[in-house]
């Protein structure tokens, strides 16, 4: 394939192409395509492949739009297919508490699917325990670099996971860390707030799809909200008042989408 | 909120032209908006989206999108539906045929990430910073993405045709 000559490099070539260069860097870049064949014809190639692309999908664009992809419509039904919570979801998120102490590992889990939730809990819980007490190492990666810490989380989820930011809610990143769970890897996310209380959001990925509405539980000081979002299995664990732990989990699930 | 479902109304079109991009399957492309038009909905009435709402929609639409990929790779092995037969014919001027079917079978075997990049801005004219944040992407990754993708699409298209037909 050609190379670019001196001056010119490959990613202003793009940019040109895709209109993102200041009018005098996209005059530079057509007096030197008017003295330089090679990169002239290198980009004629590649807007020819833009038109191609643009001339396959472009008229879907034009297309009526099927009744049934009316956002007014699908906001009047309620959502659309009546699978699971979204009727309950129309009047906002609905707390369901599942079990008191007793039910903590899932006796009280009575509907299919909800093993891998009771699961989802223990380990949440668990690894919870484990770290909020730990002063010198309560995170592997600090929220200083909460840039690396979420590209290397996603990575390892293979999710895009945008670290939520609890500060409205008076708790700041601590860090995170990466765990095993069963086959797989989960993350989790520690917060703290002026108190010193800690609160922790576990992330494993699902291959569910759709979403639950948010669940409580409980033993003894510790409490735990957990739901199902889009690709995801999340669960905040902390010591603290049912409220205060909902209103800090409804924003981490607004960033979480 | 009707202005926030009129806002999300002027993006359907958009959004099902680059869900149909993405899988050449125009009946999984119109599932994946309803599903994504369901969630953004759903996360409406809890959350005021600070960004463009173009951008949010689109990232909404790519994460389902991915996840219904994650499925399938567990799923039994399924063929993707070749849609070119009942594609829109194209004006006179415009490049023929099967030169667009070279193009769109040249699209299927870049990679998915590079596939995701290139379409939102030679097809749906995003800026780079605003597919940036589609992506949730750093800028420089975006623009790198953009440079591979296009110049392996025309090496695609540059290969001798046995080799070029894959599926």
């Known amino acids: 394939m050609t190379k670019t000559e001196p001056g010119i490099p490959r990613d202003t070539l793009h940019a040109y192409i895709d ?99 009771a699961t989802l809990l223990d380990k949440a819980v668990a690894a919870h325990n484990l770290y909020v007490g730990e002063v010198v190492h309560p995170v592997e990666v600090a929220g200083a670099q909460d840039g690396h810490l979420a590209r290397w989380l996603s990575k390892r989820l293979d999710r895009t996971i945008a670290i939520p930011d609890l500060k409205p809610a008076g708790f700041s990143l601590v860090g995170g860390r990466l765990l095993p769970d069963g086959r797989g890897p989960a993350a989790q996310f520690m917060y703290e707030d002026h108190q010193g209380r800690r609160v922790t959001l576990y992330i494993k990925p699902t291959l569910e799809s759709g979403e639950s509405s948010f669940r409580f539980a409980n033993t003894g000081p510790v409490a735990a909200l957990f739901w199902r979002d889009e690709g995801i299995s999340c ?3 902390g010591e603290l008042p049912r409220d205060e732990l909902q209103a800090i989990a409804t924003q981490a699930y607004e960033q979480l989408g | 909120m009707p202005d926030f479902l009129d ?7 958009a959004l099902r032209r680059y869900a149909r991009a993405l899988t050449r399957d125009a ?60 594609e829109p014919p194209s004006p006179a001027d415009q490049p023929g045929r099967l030169a667009l079917a070279d193009t769109a079978r040249a699209l ?14 030679a097809l749906e004219g995003l800026s780079y ?38 599926k």
């Open chain 1, 19 to 117: 209109g993102q260069l200041s009018a005098e860097a996209h005059a530079a870049v057509e007096r030197h395509l008017a003295s330089h064949q090679e990169d002239a014809a290198l980009v004629a190639g590649w807007e020819r492949d833009g038109h191609a692309l643009r001339a396959l999908y472009g008229p879907i664009g034009g297309e009526s739009v099927p009744p049934a992809l009316s956002p007014h419509r699908i906001a009047r039904q309620g959502h659309g297919r009546p699978t699971d919570w979204r009727k309950l979801a129309a009047a906002g998120l609905v707390l369901v508490a599942v079990g008191a102490a007793a039910g903590w590992y899932g006796r009280d889990f009575t509907e299919a699917g909800q093993a891998s939730t």
């Open chain 2, 108 to 121: 299927e075997q870049l990679t998915a990430e590079q596939r995701e990049a290139l379409l939102l801005v």
């Open chain 2, 129 to 166: 910073a605003e597919a940036a944040s589609v992506l949730e992407i750093p800028l420089g990754t975006l623009m790198s993405r953009i440079a591979r993708a296009r110049e392996a699409l025309r090496a695609l298209l540059e290969a001798p045709p046995r080799l070029r037909t894959v």
């Open chain 1, 235 to 237: 669960a905040l664990v």
């Open chain 2, 7 to 13: 806002e999300v109304e002027a993006c359907v079109p």
């Open chain 2, 27 to 86: 009946d999984r492309a119109d599932d994946l908006v309803q599903d994504c038009l369901e969630r953004a909905i759903r996360k409406r009435s809890l959350w005021r989206p600070t960004g463009p709402l173009r951008a949010w929609l689109f990232r909404i639409l790519l994460n389902v999108y991915r996840n219904d990929l994650r499925r399938d790779r567990r799923a039994p092995m399924s063929f993707p539906i070749d849609t070119m037969a009942s």
